[in-house]
């Protein structure tokens, strides 16, 4: 019996590994079929891209994604089992298809119907096909088909068309991934009402400003684990319907930019929350105290925000912290010894607060860090020497603290990349930082070290080392002993001469800044490095020309040679240097005119050439630079007309071409975005004539808003390479007069707007459409020859600080407008014609005799003048009639021509003499618009 029972066992096993096996093989016809289908679907509407192109933000995190495109479908044959096609995972038994992963294939197009028909699908990655988009129908007909769909990722596709509303038939969708997918404007309320849905990713949907809140997602509360909502721009506070979600264990809202509000108690005390980023939005208020002993957070980030107070005393509580994250915040107070206590904290970063005082002297754990940041704060006295010591210590940066004293050893030989610049530290350099081995950073600069050329050292791993500012009279001789060397920084200190020969012969070396010396070694001695990226010469005494051997270093990315006594021509190859996108050659005594054959594909986003002696015309190839964001001219000798041909630089943000002999009027734009981006125009002193260009005026978009940028947003960075643009910080950007004072740029505000057209030969009127310029900081017209009356629209500018109207013919009463520029710090409006009474209140009671004088008609405070009461014509319907097209002169005598010459004539003279009355106004006015109607 048992015998019979075995061999009935063992024919069981074999009937099922036999179906198993077979069921494993093969494919499900239907399914099969369904997939050729997929693959073959019309080309018209659907295919392969295999020339991908990385334009736009959607495009840089495909490309991170999928760093080569596989074509996963161009497997898929006719004739084989699809079980075995890459991307294709079947059933064990049925043979279905229950798994496509179809990611980063190259697909374009719109997604074939067919895909609907794989009724058991569990799993589909569509994800990083950088042109594939899903419609309504289609997506409809496959989410009511779709029952058995747990996960679905769609990162990078296209899904503007598709409502996204979930249907009652997929309840079992467990994981969605929308990243990159631009629904926003399709999103329902009910979005993530998926009853079982445990994971949702929504990041990076908006790539503007657009006023969204967050969601509430209440429907989904009791199930989400996973969230995240990062980079989309939402702007208010966190809904309080998000402290229903419980079960979250990874909650992602940074980059939003526009969060704002406290931070919510409940977000902290959520019980299964291990991750939670808040980072780079705008929180205010103080962290809340409120951790938990039970609280098992691995991760916190609450950087670039603006919450201020103390570390609250309960993040101790928090002993399961591997990352946190407070920098760029304004947390004050000391650091409290509890915080470096966290038994299993590897990174630790404080930096850019304003917390105080010294640093606790001893710690019991931190044996786990690998990364410390305690940079830009006001710590101050000694740096503990646990900070030099901690075992598995990679990365400390100290530097912009105000610690003192010496440092008598470095402990751990760990280090990897170590930053003390910026302090006040004293004393020889302890000899212990040069047997770090493992050393790929150093940065001392900017201290009261002494004793370098005394030490022996050898960095075989050292790849960057910045000693600026540490008044060095001679080059370290590192030559040979540190082969990896890629950055080298000697700036700012009172090396002179020529350089050593070691520097030519480093052939690692790709970022060399040696500026702000007392150097006079020839250029072409620099040149013999062909792999240099950056090279910053610039405040030294070098003299002689610029070789035309400087085009040879062909990966030259950046070059600034600025404020030398450098002489002889601009060497043309540099128009055609492909790789060049910084080049700052101002203050030297360079003649000639400019290059004129700057290539199709330049990459020049930064040209610096004022206070030079450049003489000539302005090449019209310049309009090949469509990269470029920074043009400065200003101070040279070029001789031409207004270059109408700019207007074609989509990016052009600073336009200086101020002091030349430039001439003519300034012709209408023809483009209708043309210096749309443009944020400082600046033309003065040269020989410009005719009318203010209004059609300028109209296309200054970039100025029209008004835009509150963060602190780590506020400056022009060129994008060719933000990386490099970092370190020129020596280099002046552009030379700018306001408020009666010129300002020299080293980094260019972005909310720094303003309009100089000062010391030209303009006449007319100023336009009226010049108070469209909401953002404008500062407008300078004088010394033209304007004439006509102040806009009231000027009333419109509420950004501005400064306003120049003086040396001109402008004439009439001061508009009461004015008045409502409340952060205006200097006005000018000397020499003019302008009469009667000075608005009074606000930023007008703060201005003295000389922003008025040479105006005789002028009255009230704070001239002596008094004004008598006799009414005065209001500047309001003058300024009506001049802007609806119509004049007042002999228009009298045109009136009086049915009444009689005569009584023309004597109307005419009474006008000339005694002024305008209101009646006249009124009754010509009326009669005007009523034959205008009729017409």
């Given at each position: 019996?048992?015998?019979?029972?075995?061999?009935?066992?063992?024919?069981?096993?074999?009937?099922?590994?036999?179906?198993?096996?077979?069921?494993?093989?093969?494919?499900?016809?239907?399914?099969?079929?369904?997939?050729?289908q997929f693959k073959n679907s019309d080309t018209r509407s659907f295919g392969l891209d295999t020339s991908p192109t990385y334009d736009d933000v959607t495009s840089?995190?495909?490309?991170?994604?999928?760093?080569?495109?596989?074509?996963?479908?161009?497997?898929?044959?006719?004739?084989?089992?699809?079980?075995?096609?890459?991307?294709?995972?079947?059933?064990?038994?049925?043979?279905?298809?229950?798994?496509?992963?179809?990611?980063?294939?190259?697909?374009?197009?719109?997604?074939?119907?067919?895909?609907?028909?794989?009724?058991?699908?569990?799993?589909?990655?569509?994800?990083?096909?950088?042109?594939?988009?899903?419609?309504?129908?289609?997506?409809?007909?496959?989410?009511?088909?779709?029952?058995?769909?747990?996960?679905?990722?769609?990162?990078?596709?296209?899904?503007?068309?598709?409502?996204?509303?979930?249907?009652?038939?997929?309840?079992?969708?467990?994981?969605?991934?929308?990243?990159?997918?631009?629904?926003?404007?399709?999103?329902?309320?009910?979005?993530?009402?998926?009853?079982?849905?445990?994971?949702?990713?929504?990041?990076?949907?908006?790539?503007?400003?657009?006023?969204?809140?967050?969601?509430?997602?209440?429907?989904?509360?009791?199930?989400?684990?996973?969230?995240?909502?990062?980079?989309?721009?939402?702007?208010?506070?966190?809904?309080?319907?998000?402290?229903?979600?419980?079960?979250?264990?990874?909650?992602?809202?940074?980059?939003?930019?526009?969060?704002?509000?406290?931070?919510?108690?409940?977000?902290?005390?959520?019980?299964?929350?291990?991750?939670?980023?808040?980072?780079?939005?705008?929180?205010?208020?103080?962290?809340?105290?409120?951790?938990?002993?039970?609280?098992?957070?691995?991760?916190?980030?609450?950087?670039?925000?603006?919450?201020?107070?103390?570390?609250?005393?309960?993040?101790?509580?928090?002993?399961?912290?591997?990352?946190?994250?407070?920098?760029?915040?304004?947390?004050?107070?000391?650091?409290?010894?509890?915080?470096?206590?966290?038994?299993?904290?590897?990174?630790?970063?404080?930096?850019?607060?304003?917390?105080?005082?010294?640093?606790?002297?001893?710690?019991?754990?931190?044996?786990?860090?690998?990364?410390?940041?305690?940079?830009?704060?006001?710590?101050?006295?000694?740096?503990?020497?646990?900070?030099?010591?901690?075992?598995?210590?990679?990365?400390?940066?100290?530097?912009?603290?105000?610690?003192?004293?010496?440092?008598?050893?470095?402990?751990?030989?760990?280090?990897?990349?170590?930053?003390?610049?910026?302090?006040?530290?004293?004393?020889?350099?302890?000899?212990?930082?040069?047997?770090?081995?493992n050393l790929r950073q150093l940065s001392l600069s900017s201290n009261n070290f002494s004793g370098f050329h005394n030490v022996n050292y050898n960095f075989p791993?050292?790849?960057?080392?910045?000693?600026?500012?540490?008044?060095?009279?001679?080059?370290?001789?590192?030559?040979?002993?540190?082969?990896?060397?890629?950055?080298?920084?000697?700036?700012?200190?009172?090396?002179?001469?020529?350089?050593?020969?070691?520097?030519?012969?480093?052939?690692?070396?790709?970022?060399?800044?040696?500026?702000?010396?007392?150097?006079?070694?020839?250029?072409?001695?620099?040149?013999?490095?062909?792999?240099?990226?950056?090279?910053?010469?610039?405040?030294?005494?070098?003299?002689?020309?610029?070789?035309?051997?400087?085009?040879?270093?062909?990966?030259?990315?950046?070059?600034?040679?600025?404020?030398?006594?450098?002489?002889?021509?601009?060497?043309?190859?540099?128009?055609?240097?492909?790789?060049?996108?910084?080049?700052?050659?101002?203050?030297?005594?360079?003649?000639?005119?400019?290059?004129?054959?700057?290539?199709?594909?330049?990459?020049?986003?930064?040209?610096?050439?004022?206070?030079?002696?450049?003489?000539?015309?302005?090449?019209?190839?310049?309009?090949?630079?469509?990269?470029?964001?920074?043009?400065?001219?200003?101070?040279?000798?070029?001789?031409?007309?207004?270059?109408?041909?700019?207007?074609?630089?989509?990016?052009?943000?600073?336009?200086?071409?101020?002091?030349?002999?430039?001439?003519?009027?300034?012709?209408?734009?023809?483009?209708?975005?043309?210096?749309?981006?443009?944020?400082?125009?600046?033309?003065?002193?040269?020989?410009?004539?005719?009318?203010?260009?209004?059609?300028?005026?109209?296309?200054?978009?970039?100025?029209?808003?008004?835009?509150?940028?963060?602190?780590?947003?506020?400056?022009?960075?060129?994008?060719?390479?933000?990386?490099?643009?970092?370190?020129?910080?020596?280099?002046?950007?552009?030379?700018?007069?306001?408020?009666?004072?010129?300002?020299?740029?080293?980094?260019?505000?972005?909310?720094?707007?303003?309009?100089?057209?000062?010391?030209?030969?303009?006449?007319?009127?100023?336009?009226?459409?010049?108070?469209?310029?909401?953002?404008?900081?500062?407008?300078?017209?004088?010394?033209?020859?304007?004439?006509?009356?102040?806009?009231?629209?000027?009333?419109?500018?509420?950004?501005?600080?400064?306003?120049?109207?003086?040396?001109?013919?402008?004439?009439?009463?001061?508009?009461?407008?004015?008045?409502?520029?409340?952060?205006?710090?200097?006005?000018?409006?000397?020499?003019?014609?302008?009469?009667?009474?000075?608005?009074?209140?606000?930023?007008?009671?703060?201005?003295?005799?000389?922003?008025?004088?040479?105006?005789?008609?002028?009255?009230?405070?704070?001239?002596?003048?008094?004004?008598?009461?006799?009414?005065?014509?209001?500047?309001?319907?003058?300024?009506?009639?001049?802007?609806?097209?119509?004049?007042?002169?002999?228009?009298?005598?045109?009136?009086?021509?049915?009444?009689?010459?005569?009584?023309?004539?004597?109307?005419?003279?009474?006008?000339?003499?005694?002024?305008?009355?209101?009646?006249?106004?009124?009754?010509?006015?009326?009669?005007?618009?009523?034959?205008?109607?009729?017409?």
């Amino acid at each position: 019996m048992e015998s019979w029972v075995g061999w009935l066992l063992l024919l069981c096993f074999h009937m099922f590994f036999f179906h198993f096996s077979f069921s494993h093989s093969l494919c499900h016809p239907h399914d099969n079929i369904a997939l050729l289908q997929f693959k073959n679907s019309d080309t018209r509407s659907f295919g392969l891209d295999t020339s991908p192109t990385y334009d736009d933000v959607t495009s840089f995190f495909t490309y991170a994604e999928c760093s080569d495109m596989d074509p996963k479908t161009a497997t898929w044959e006719n004739g084989t089992d699809c079980c075995s096609w890459v991307g294709v995972t079947c059933h064990p038994i049925s043979g279905r298809v229950i798994g496509l992963d179809v990611s980063c294939s190259g697909l374009y197009g719109e997604i074939p119907s067919q895909i609907s028909q794989l009724s058991k699908l569990e799993s589909l990655d569509l994800s990083h096909n950088l042109r594939l988009r899903w419609k309504e129908r289609s997506w409809k007909k496959f989410i009511q088909n779709a029952t058995f769909l747990k996960e679905l990722i769609l990162d990078d596709v296209d899904m503007t068309q598709s409502s996204m509303r979930p249907l009652n038939q997929s309840t079992s969708l467990v994981s969605l991934s929308l990243s990159r997918t631009r629904v926003w404007g399709n999103l329902k309320s009910d979005i993530l009402c998926f009853p079982k849905l445990e994971q949702f990713h929504l990041s990076d949907n908006s790539y503007s400003p657009n006023g969204q809140h967050l969601p509430s997602l209440s429907c989904s509360a009791a199930s989400l684990t996973i969230l995240d909502l990062s980079y989309n721009y939402f702007e208010g506070s966190i809904p309080i319907s998000f402290s229903n979600f419980t079960h979250l264990t990874v909650l992602d809202l940074s980059h939003n930019v526009y969060l704002n509000g406290s931070i919510p108690s409940s977000l902290l005390t959520f019980p299964s929350l291990t991750f939670l980023d808040l980072g780079f939005n705008q929180f205010s208020g103080q962290i809340p105290n409120v951790f938990l002993q039970s609280n098992n957070f691995k991760t916190l980030y609450l950087s670039h925000n603006n919450v201020e107070g103390e570390l609250p005393s309960t993040l101790s509580n928090l002993q399961h912290l591997i990352h946190l994250d407070l920098s760029l915040n304004k947390l004050s107070g000391q650091i409290p010894l509890s915080i470096l206590n966290f038994q299993y904290l590897v990174s630790l970063d404080l930096s850019h607060n304003r917390l105080e005082g010294p640093l606790p002297n001893k710690i019991k754990s931190l044996s786990n860090l690998t990364r410390l940041y305690f940079n830009d704060n006001l710590l101050n006295e000694t740096i503990p020497v646990w900070c030099l010591s901690l075992p598995s210590l990679l990365e400390l940066d100290l530097s912009d603290n105000q610690f003192t004293g010496h440092i008598s050893a470095i402990v751990s030989q760990s280090f990897e990349f170590l930053y003390l610049c910026n302090n006040k530290l004293q004393g020889n350099i302890p000899t212990s930082i040069f047997t770090l081995v493992n050393l790929r950073q150093l940065s001392l600069s900017s201290n009261n070290f002494s004793g370098f050329h005394n030490v022996n050292y050898n960095f075989p791993k050292l790849e960057r080392l910045y000693l600026s500012s540490l008044g060095l009279t001679e080059f370290p001789k590192i030559v040979g002993k540190v082969p990896m060397l890629r950055d080298l920084d000697l700036s700012n200190n009172k090396l002179n001469g020529t350089v050593p020969k070691w520097l030519h012969e480093m052939d690692s070396l790709s970022f060399l800044n040696l500026s702000q010396n007392l150097l006079t070694t020839p250029i072409k001695q620099f040149l013999r490095n062909y792999k240099l990226q950056f090279l910053d010469l610039s405040f030294n005494l070098l003299t002689g020309d610029i070789s035309s051997s400087i085009c040879n270093v062909s990966s030259l990315n950046v070059l600034l040679l600025s404020h030398n006594k450098l002489v002889g021509v601009i060497p043309p190859c540099l128009a055609n240097l492909s790789s060049l996108s910084i080049l700052d050659l101002q203050r030297n005594e360079l003649n000639g005119t400019l290059p004129s054959s700057f290539s199709m594909n330049s990459l020049l986003s930064v040209i610096n050439l004022n206070d030079n002696n450049l003489e000539g015309i302005l090449p019209k190839s310049l309009s090949n630079c469509t990269k470029l964001e920074i043009l400065n001219l200003a101070n040279n000798q070029i001789e031409d007309k207004f270059p109408k041909w700019l207007q074609t630089l989509p990016r052009l943000t600073v336009l200086v071409l101020r002091a030349n002999k430039l001439y003519g009027p300034i012709p209408s734009l023809k483009m209708k975005h043309g210096f749309s981006s443009l944020l400082i125009f600046d033309i003065s002193s040269n020989y410009f004539n005719g009318s203010i260009p209004k059609t300028y005026i109209q296309n200054f978009q970039a100025m029209k808003n008004v835009i509150r940028y963060k602190v780590g947003e506020l400056y022009i960075q060129p994008s060719s390479n933000a990386s490099v643009y970092e370190f020129a910080t020596v280099t002046e950007f552009a030379t700018i007069t306001t408020k009666a004072i010129t300002m020299t740029f080293k980094k260019i505000p972005k909310n720094f707007m303003t309009i100089d057209l000062s010391r030209n030969k303009f006449e007319g009127e100023i336009p009226y459409v010049i108070g469209e310029l909401h953002a404008l900081k500062g407008l300078n017209f004088s010394h033209n020859r304007l004439s006509g009356y102040i806009p009231q629209s000027i009333g419109n500018l509420t950004n501005l600080e400064s306003l120049d109207l003086s040396s001109n013919m402008v004439m009439g009463r001061i508009p009461t407008e004015l008045t409502n520029l409340n952060f205006l710090e200097v006005l000018n409006l000397s020499y003019n014609h302008l009469v009667g009474k000075i608005p009074e209140g606000k930023q007008f009671n703060t201005f003295e005799n000389n922003s008025y004088i040479g105006n005789l008609g002028l009255c009230a405070f704070p001239l002596s003048k008094k004004c008598n009461n006799t009414k005065q014509q209001s500047p309001s319907s003058l300024n009506f009639w001049r802007e609806e097209g119509f004049e007042f002169g002999w228009e009298a005598v045109v009136i009086g021509y049915g009444c009689g010459i005569i009584f023309g004539i004597g109307l005419g003279i009474f006008v000339l003499f005694i002024g305008k009355p209101e009646w006249l106004v009124k009754m010509v006015g009326g009669g005007l618009r009523k034959k205008m109607r009729r017409r």
